[in-house]
């Protein structure tokens, strides 16, 4: 069946992009991305995708919505508080893309799990609110030879990275920090909304580079900000 029937310009702005054009579109349609998480930035990564038209889309979480997610987390309503983050965001999803395949994974994505669902894509997005679970990521991608994003956010402040075989992982750089972090989860620390958008739409542009072949990853490099003091920078790792 022909796709865009309904919709025949729905990625005229994507193709009018020199790097991406209308093979990178093709592309797209033919993406795989897995995103770890439905919070503030699994959420706004996974709508950007979707609007982007990458074809199948992933998601993993098993929380519900809570009033205080509102601040931050903008797919949601206070109608969906108490309900399943995952379900209402791949509602919105589906409303806002219905050429995108969503897939559920409502359950906590271990290790086992994590080995058995990655290679399924072509690109992980890890969204989470902690360090162990990003470093579970990195651990797994890295055996797999899976590309990855790891992003994290606190207060105005965030960062992110990308990796690929031949290049710096997170757990070489983070690892002995991650496993015994004893930094707060975004469920109890503070966290503006605008921080998490900012690193969301970072790793959203590095799935969409990744799949089109288009522009510079960050591979090898730690990208970091701080909104408060308009401030930022780019590691150099290795």
């Known amino acids: 069946m022909e796709k865009n029937v309904k919709y025949p310009r729905r990625y005229a702005r994507l193709e009018a992009i020199e790097a991406i054009g209308r ?16 919070g503030a930035l699994g959420s706004l990564c996974a709508m950007y995708l979707a609007a982007s ?13 809570d009033a ?5 987390q903008l797919f949601y309503t206070e109608d969906s508080v108490g309900t399943s983050k995952i379900e209402q965001l ?17 359950e906590m ?7 058995r669902i990655f290679p399924d894509y072509d690109f992980i997005i890890d ?12 651990r797994v991608c890295e055996s797999l030879g899976v590309p990855y994003c790891i992003g994290g956010v606190e207060s105005f402040s965030g960062q992110v990275m990308s990796w690929s075989p031949g290049h710096t992982g997170y757990k070489e750089l ?13 469920s109890i620390a503070g966290v503006a909304g605008p921080a998490a958008g900012v690193v969301a739409s970072y790793q959203a542009s590095e799935a969409i580079k990744f799949l089109t072949s288009a522009g510079t990853m960050l591979y090898d490099r730690l990208h970091t900000f701080d909104l408060l003091t308009a401030a930022s920078d780019t590691l150099i790792l290795g």
């Open 109 to 115: 994505i271990t290790p086992a799990k994590a080995e």
């Open 90 to 106: 791949a509602e919105r999803l589906l409303s806002l893309n219905s050429e995108t395949t969503v897939r559920l994974h409502k």
């Open 53 to 65: 038209g990458v074809g199948t889309i992933g998601l993993a979480d098993f929380d519900t919505i």
């Open 174 to 186: 983070f690892g002995e920090i991650a496993a015994c972090s004893e930094l707060l989860p975004c």
């Open 127 to 138: 969204g989470s609110d902690n360090p162990s679970t990003k470093l579970m990521t990195s």
């Open 23 to 38: 093979e990178g579109v093709e592309k797209l349609r033919n993406g795989k991305v897995f995103i770890i998480g439905c």
């Open 68 to 72: 205080t997610n509102l601040q931050r």
